[in-house]
Protein backbone atom coordinates (compact mmCIF):
# COMPACT_ATOMS: atom_id res chain seq x y z
CA UNK A 1 0.00 0.00 0.00
CA UNK A 2 1.02 3.56 -1.06
CA UNK A 3 1.29 6.25 1.48
CA UNK A 4 -1.62 8.37 1.84
CA UNK A 5 -1.49 11.34 -0.86
CA UNK A 6 -0.83 14.82 0.81
CA UNK A 7 -1.89 16.13 -2.41
CA UNK A 8 -4.71 17.92 -0.62
CA UNK A 9 -2.75 19.81 1.43
CA UNK A 10 0.65 20.66 -0.70
CA UNK A 11 -0.62 21.37 -4.12
CA UNK A 12 -3.77 22.55 -5.87
CA UNK A 13 -6.60 20.16 -6.40
CA UNK A 14 -5.98 18.88 -10.38
CA UNK A 15 -2.74 17.90 -8.90
CA UNK A 16 -4.64 14.83 -7.63
CA UNK A 17 -6.29 14.06 -10.53
CA UNK A 18 -3.81 11.60 -12.01
CA UNK A 19 -3.75 9.48 -9.04
CA UNK A 20 -4.64 5.99 -9.43
CA UNK A 21 -7.03 4.03 -8.18
CA UNK A 22 -7.16 2.22 -4.81
CA UNK A 23 -8.20 -0.71 -4.16
CA UNK A 24 -11.33 -0.77 -1.08
CA UNK A 25 -9.01 -2.02 1.10
CA UNK A 26 -6.26 0.92 0.79
CA UNK A 27 -9.03 3.41 0.97
CA UNK A 28 -9.90 2.01 4.24
CA UNK A 29 -7.05 2.08 5.82
CA UNK A 30 -6.86 5.69 4.74
CA UNK A 31 -9.94 6.48 6.43
CA UNK A 32 -8.71 4.60 9.72
CA UNK A 33 -5.64 6.90 9.51
CA UNK A 34 -7.60 10.15 8.45
CA UNK A 35 -9.83 9.67 11.79
CA UNK A 36 -6.71 9.00 13.76
CA UNK A 37 -4.57 11.96 12.47
CA UNK A 38 -7.22 14.12 13.35
CA UNK A 39 -7.80 12.52 16.42
CA UNK A 40 -4.57 13.20 17.31
CA UNK A 41 -3.67 16.60 15.74
CA UNK A 42 -6.49 18.51 16.20
CA UNK A 43 -6.76 20.35 12.58
CA UNK A 44 -8.73 23.89 12.12
CA UNK A 45 -10.85 23.87 9.65
CA UNK A 46 -12.76 27.11 9.15
CA UNK A 47 -16.04 27.61 7.79
CA UNK A 48 -17.78 30.33 6.12
CA UNK A 49 -21.01 28.97 6.70
CA UNK A 50 -24.72 29.75 6.96
CA UNK A 51 -26.24 31.15 9.69
CA UNK A 52 -28.81 28.29 10.46
CA UNK A 53 -27.04 25.55 11.20
CA UNK A 54 -23.57 27.24 12.41
CA UNK A 55 -23.43 26.07 15.94
CA UNK A 56 -24.12 22.47 14.61
CA UNK A 57 -21.85 22.38 12.11
CA UNK A 58 -19.14 23.60 14.71
CA UNK A 59 -20.29 21.21 17.27
CA UNK A 60 -19.70 18.06 14.66
CA UNK A 61 -16.32 19.29 13.75
CA UNK A 62 -15.35 19.47 17.52
CA UNK A 63 -16.74 15.89 18.04
CA UNK A 64 -14.83 14.05 15.37
CA UNK A 65 -11.53 15.67 17.67
CA UNK A 66 -11.12 18.80 14.62
CA UNK A 67 -11.16 22.42 15.18
CA UNK A 68 -13.56 25.09 13.84
CA UNK A 69 -13.82 28.96 13.29
CA UNK A 70 -16.67 30.28 11.97
CA UNK A 71 -15.55 33.94 9.78
CA UNK A 72 -17.87 35.59 7.34
CA UNK A 73 -15.63 38.68 5.68
CA UNK A 74 -12.97 38.71 2.84
CA UNK A 75 -10.22 39.61 4.70
CA UNK A 76 -11.10 36.95 7.20
CA UNK A 77 -11.49 34.23 4.39
CA UNK A 78 -8.06 35.07 3.20
CA UNK A 79 -6.89 34.56 6.45
CA UNK A 80 -8.27 31.70 7.39
CA UNK A 81 -7.13 30.09 4.20
CA UNK A 82 -3.66 30.73 5.46
CA UNK A 83 -4.27 29.57 8.84
CA UNK A 84 -6.46 26.11 8.70
CA UNK A 85 -5.63 22.96 6.84
CA UNK A 86 -8.93 23.08 4.70
CA UNK A 87 -11.97 25.73 4.68
CA UNK A 88 -15.44 24.91 4.30
CA UNK A 89 -17.69 27.23 2.71
CA UNK A 90 -21.38 26.72 2.52
CA UNK A 91 -23.80 29.03 0.82
CA UNK A 92 -26.92 28.43 2.77
CA UNK A 93 -27.99 32.14 3.88
CA UNK A 94 -26.18 35.15 2.55
CA UNK A 95 -25.14 37.93 3.12
CA UNK A 96 -23.93 40.62 0.65
CA UNK A 97 -20.46 40.68 1.69
CA UNK A 98 -20.29 36.80 0.08
CA UNK A 99 -20.01 38.72 -3.01
CA UNK A 100 -16.32 39.56 -2.23
CA UNK A 101 -15.31 36.66 0.90
CA UNK A 102 -16.54 33.80 -1.18
CA UNK A 103 -14.21 34.32 -4.73
CA UNK A 104 -11.65 35.53 -2.72
CA UNK A 105 -11.51 32.83 0.16
CA UNK A 106 -11.18 30.26 -2.93
CA UNK A 107 -8.69 32.37 -4.19
CA UNK A 108 -6.63 32.25 -1.55
CA UNK A 109 -7.28 28.55 -0.59
CA UNK A 110 -5.70 28.20 -4.18
CA UNK A 111 -2.86 30.25 -4.13
CA UNK A 112 -1.75 28.22 -0.75
CA UNK A 113 -2.34 25.01 -2.36
CA UNK A 114 -5.19 24.11 0.26
CA UNK A 115 -8.45 22.20 -0.36
CA UNK A 116 -11.57 23.62 0.28
CA UNK A 117 -15.64 21.92 0.16
CA UNK A 118 -18.39 23.43 -1.06
CA UNK A 119 -21.40 22.94 0.16
CA UNK A 120 -23.89 24.78 -2.66
CA UNK A 121 -27.25 24.81 -0.18
CA UNK A 122 -30.20 26.34 -1.40
CA UNK A 123 -28.79 27.23 -5.48
CA UNK A 124 -31.60 28.26 -7.53
CA UNK A 125 -32.55 30.76 -4.43
CA UNK A 126 -32.11 34.57 -6.04
CA UNK A 127 -28.99 35.00 -8.22
CA UNK A 128 -26.31 35.39 -5.61
CA UNK A 129 -26.05 32.09 -4.82
CA UNK A 130 -25.71 30.68 -9.25
CA UNK A 131 -23.13 34.20 -9.33
CA UNK A 132 -21.02 32.59 -6.79
CA UNK A 133 -20.76 29.18 -7.81
CA UNK A 134 -20.12 30.37 -11.52
CA UNK A 135 -17.19 32.44 -9.96
CA UNK A 136 -15.68 29.78 -7.93
CA UNK A 137 -15.61 27.71 -11.16
CA UNK A 138 -11.69 29.03 -11.89
CA UNK A 139 -10.31 28.08 -8.18
CA UNK A 140 -13.35 24.99 -7.73
CA UNK A 141 -13.61 22.95 -4.59
CA UNK A 142 -11.64 19.61 -3.28
CA UNK A 143 -14.62 18.40 -2.56
CA UNK A 144 -18.11 19.22 -3.58
CA UNK A 145 -20.41 18.02 -1.08
CA UNK A 146 -25.00 18.14 -1.35
CA UNK A 147 -28.19 16.67 -1.99
CA UNK A 148 -28.67 15.09 -5.81
CA UNK A 149 -30.66 17.86 -6.92
CA UNK A 150 -28.04 20.46 -5.90
CA UNK A 151 -25.13 18.56 -7.52
CA UNK A 152 -27.18 18.41 -10.22
CA UNK A 153 -27.71 22.25 -10.40
CA UNK A 154 -23.75 22.47 -9.86
CA UNK A 155 -22.95 20.69 -12.85
CA UNK A 156 -25.35 22.51 -15.39
CA UNK A 157 -24.16 26.02 -14.32
CA UNK A 158 -20.74 24.52 -14.42
CA UNK A 159 -21.66 23.18 -18.28
CA UNK A 160 -20.83 19.82 -17.23
CA UNK A 161 -23.99 18.04 -17.57
CA UNK A 162 -24.42 17.22 -21.00
CA UNK A 163 -27.04 14.46 -21.05
CA UNK A 164 -26.63 14.12 -17.17
CA UNK A 165 -29.82 15.95 -16.53
CA UNK A 166 -31.66 13.55 -17.97
CA UNK A 167 -31.98 11.75 -15.22
CA UNK A 168 -32.95 14.07 -12.83
CA UNK A 169 -36.45 15.60 -12.25
CA UNK A 170 -35.76 19.02 -13.58
CA UNK A 171 -37.28 20.77 -10.83
CA UNK A 172 -34.09 21.92 -8.78
CA UNK A 173 -34.10 21.78 -5.17
CA UNK A 174 -37.02 21.99 -3.23
CA UNK A 175 -35.71 25.30 -1.31
CA UNK A 176 -32.72 23.49 0.64
CA UNK A 177 -33.98 19.24 0.18
CA UNK A 178 -33.50 17.43 -3.07
CA UNK A 179 -36.38 16.59 -5.64
CA UNK A 180 -33.73 14.04 -7.16
CA UNK A 181 -32.41 10.67 -6.19
CA UNK A 182 -28.89 9.90 -5.44
CA UNK A 183 -28.65 7.83 -8.78
CA UNK A 184 -29.89 10.58 -10.79
CA UNK A 185 -26.75 12.77 -9.74
CA UNK A 186 -24.43 9.74 -10.28
CA UNK A 187 -23.53 11.58 -13.66
CA UNK A 188 -23.11 14.58 -12.61
CA UNK A 189 -21.06 14.27 -9.40
CA UNK A 190 -18.64 12.08 -11.90
CA UNK A 191 -18.89 15.05 -14.17
CA UNK A 192 -17.91 17.49 -11.43
CA UNK A 193 -15.16 15.22 -9.99
CA UNK A 194 -13.07 14.48 -13.35
CA UNK A 195 -13.40 18.66 -13.89
CA UNK A 196 -12.47 19.45 -10.22
CA UNK A 197 -10.19 16.52 -10.01
CA UNK A 198 -10.98 16.18 -6.40
CA UNK A 199 -14.01 14.42 -5.12
CA UNK A 200 -17.93 14.87 -4.76
CA UNK A 201 -20.15 13.39 -2.36
CA UNK A 202 -24.04 13.33 -2.59
CA UNK A 203 -26.23 12.44 0.51
CA UNK A 204 -29.25 10.56 0.65
CA UNK A 205 -30.45 7.48 1.99
CA UNK A 206 -27.66 5.86 -0.13
CA UNK A 207 -24.65 8.02 -0.37
CA UNK A 208 -22.23 8.20 -3.34
CA UNK A 209 -19.04 9.36 -3.32
CA UNK A 210 -16.77 9.57 -6.44
CA UNK A 211 -13.50 10.91 -7.13
CA UNK A 212 -14.35 10.88 -11.15
CA UNK A 213 -12.60 7.52 -11.30
CA UNK A 214 -14.30 5.12 -9.01
CA UNK A 215 -17.52 5.41 -7.53
CA UNK A 216 -18.50 4.54 -3.86
CA UNK A 217 -21.80 4.00 -2.73
CA UNK A 218 -22.17 3.92 1.76
CA UNK A 219 -25.20 3.05 3.14
CA UNK A 220 -26.66 3.59 6.74
CA UNK A 221 -27.73 6.76 8.57
CA UNK A 222 -31.55 7.21 9.04
CA UNK A 223 -34.56 9.14 8.01
CA UNK A 224 -34.37 10.90 11.30
CA UNK A 225 -31.43 13.01 10.06
CA UNK A 226 -33.94 14.82 7.54
CA UNK A 227 -35.69 15.86 10.57
CA UNK A 228 -33.18 18.05 11.87
CA UNK A 229 -31.58 20.81 10.23
CA UNK A 230 -27.81 20.82 9.63
CA UNK A 231 -27.09 17.21 9.12
CA UNK A 232 -25.99 17.88 5.47
CA UNK A 233 -24.50 21.54 6.46
CA UNK A 234 -22.24 19.46 9.30
CA UNK A 235 -21.43 16.76 7.34
CA UNK A 236 -19.41 19.36 4.32
CA UNK A 237 -18.11 20.97 8.04
CA UNK A 238 -16.59 17.17 8.78
CA UNK A 239 -15.65 16.52 5.47
CA UNK A 240 -13.16 19.53 5.26
CA UNK A 241 -11.86 18.50 9.20
CA UNK A 242 -10.71 15.00 6.83
CA UNK A 243 -9.55 17.09 3.99
CA UNK A 244 -7.05 18.34 6.36
CA UNK A 245 -5.27 15.54 6.33
CA UNK A 246 -6.33 13.24 3.87
CA UNK A 247 -6.42 13.39 -0.17
CA UNK A 248 -10.34 14.40 -1.29
CA UNK A 249 -11.80 11.15 -2.07
CA UNK A 250 -10.68 9.48 1.16
CA UNK A 251 -12.38 12.51 3.04
CA UNK A 252 -15.06 12.79 1.89
CA UNK A 253 -15.81 8.73 2.16
CA UNK A 254 -14.27 8.76 5.66
CA UNK A 255 -16.97 11.68 6.73
CA UNK A 256 -20.10 9.96 4.85
CA UNK A 257 -19.06 6.67 6.40
CA UNK A 258 -18.73 8.23 10.02
CA UNK A 259 -22.44 10.15 10.02
CA UNK A 260 -23.81 6.78 8.59
CA UNK A 261 -22.70 5.12 11.76
CA UNK A 262 -23.62 7.99 14.03
CA UNK A 263 -26.88 8.19 12.48
CA UNK A 264 -27.36 4.80 12.92
CA UNK A 265 -26.72 4.55 16.57
CA UNK A 266 -28.12 8.34 17.27
CA UNK A 267 -31.42 6.72 15.92
CA UNK A 268 -31.37 3.71 18.34
CA UNK A 269 -30.62 6.04 21.47
CA UNK A 270 -33.32 8.66 20.32
CA UNK A 271 -36.98 9.48 21.45
CA UNK A 272 -37.50 11.85 18.76
CA UNK A 273 -35.85 14.73 16.30
CA UNK A 274 -34.62 16.85 19.24
CA UNK A 275 -32.60 13.93 21.17
CA UNK A 276 -31.62 12.44 17.82
CA UNK A 277 -29.24 15.56 17.34
CA UNK A 278 -27.67 15.35 20.65
CA UNK A 279 -27.45 11.19 20.50
CA UNK A 280 -25.82 11.83 16.77
CA UNK A 281 -22.90 14.40 18.35
CA UNK A 282 -22.42 11.62 21.03
CA UNK A 283 -22.04 9.07 18.31
CA UNK A 284 -19.98 10.72 16.33
CA UNK A 285 -17.81 11.46 19.17
CA UNK A 286 -17.45 8.31 20.35
CA UNK A 287 -16.69 6.35 16.72
CA UNK A 288 -13.30 4.54 16.67
CA UNK A 289 -11.25 4.53 13.01
CA UNK A 290 -12.01 1.04 13.28
CA UNK A 291 -15.40 1.28 12.87
CA UNK A 292 -15.50 3.84 10.35
CA UNK A 293 -13.22 1.99 7.95
CA UNK A 294 -15.52 -1.15 8.23
CA UNK A 295 -18.14 1.01 7.12
CA UNK A 296 -20.92 -0.29 4.69
CA UNK A 297 -19.42 0.74 1.46
CA UNK A 298 -19.23 -0.75 -2.17
CA UNK A 299 -16.91 0.42 -4.75
CA UNK A 300 -17.51 0.50 -8.35
CA UNK A 301 -15.41 1.55 -11.36
CA UNK A 302 -16.65 5.07 -12.65
CA UNK A 303 -15.62 4.06 -16.34
CA UNK A 304 -19.39 2.98 -17.36
CA UNK A 305 -20.20 6.33 -16.57
CA UNK A 306 -20.76 8.55 -19.25
CA UNK A 307 -20.37 12.02 -17.67
CA UNK A 308 -19.22 14.43 -19.70
N1 LIG B 1 -33.46 8.50 4.22
C1 LIG B 1 -32.26 8.52 4.78
N2 LIG B 1 -31.79 7.43 5.44
C2 LIG B 1 -30.57 7.45 6.00
N3 LIG B 1 -29.73 8.51 5.99
C3 LIG B 1 -30.13 9.62 5.36
C4 LIG B 1 -31.40 9.69 4.71
N4 LIG B 1 -31.52 10.90 4.14
C5 LIG B 1 -30.38 11.58 4.42
N5 LIG B 1 -29.53 10.81 5.14
C6 LIG B 1 -28.22 11.19 5.64
O1 LIG B 1 -28.34 12.51 6.15
C7 LIG B 1 -27.16 13.26 5.88
C8 LIG B 1 -27.55 14.54 5.14
O2 LIG B 1 -28.06 14.18 3.89
P1 LIG B 1 -29.18 15.02 3.12
O3 LIG B 1 -30.43 15.09 3.95
O4 LIG B 1 -29.29 14.45 1.76
O5 LIG B 1 -28.45 16.41 3.01
P2 LIG B 1 -29.07 17.85 2.97
O6 LIG B 1 -29.48 18.09 4.41
O7 LIG B 1 -27.94 18.72 2.53
O8 LIG B 1 -30.22 17.82 2.02
C9 LIG B 1 -26.22 12.34 5.12
O9 LIG B 1 -25.30 11.79 6.03
C10 LIG B 1 -27.15 11.24 4.57
O10 LIG B 1 -26.51 9.99 4.47
C1 LIG C 1 -32.92 25.44 6.59
C2 LIG C 1 -31.86 26.22 5.96
N1 LIG C 1 -32.13 27.39 5.29
C3 LIG C 1 -31.05 27.97 4.80
S1 LIG C 1 -29.63 27.14 5.14
C4 LIG C 1 -30.49 25.92 5.97
C5 LIG C 1 -29.84 24.76 6.58
C6 LIG C 1 -29.84 23.58 5.67
O1 LIG C 1 -29.20 22.51 6.31
P1 LIG C 1 -29.08 21.07 5.67
O2 LIG C 1 -28.84 21.25 4.21
O3 LIG C 1 -27.95 20.46 6.36
O4 LIG C 1 -30.39 20.38 5.95
MG1 LIG D 1 -27.95 20.69 2.58
Known sequence: MTEPSTCAISAPADACASRSTRTEAEL????????????????????ITNTVTQNFVANAQLAVGGSAAMV????????????????????????????????????????????????????????LRTQLIEAVHENPPAILRGNASEI???????????????????????????TDSVDAAERAAVACARFTGGAVAVSGATDLVTDGAQV??????????????????????VAAVYACVADPFVAALTATAAYN???????????????????????????????????PLALASASGTQAL
Open 28 to 47: RAFMARAVHEVRETNPLAPS
Open 72 to 127: YLPDEGECVAALGGAVYINLGTLLPVYEQTVPATARACAAAGKPWVLDPVGIGIGS
Open 152 to 178: IAVAELWGLAGDSSDDASGDGPRGVDS
Open 216 to 237: ARLSGGSPLMTCITGSGCSLGG
Open 261 to 295: LAGLRAAEACSGSGSFQVAFLDALYNLTAEEVAEA
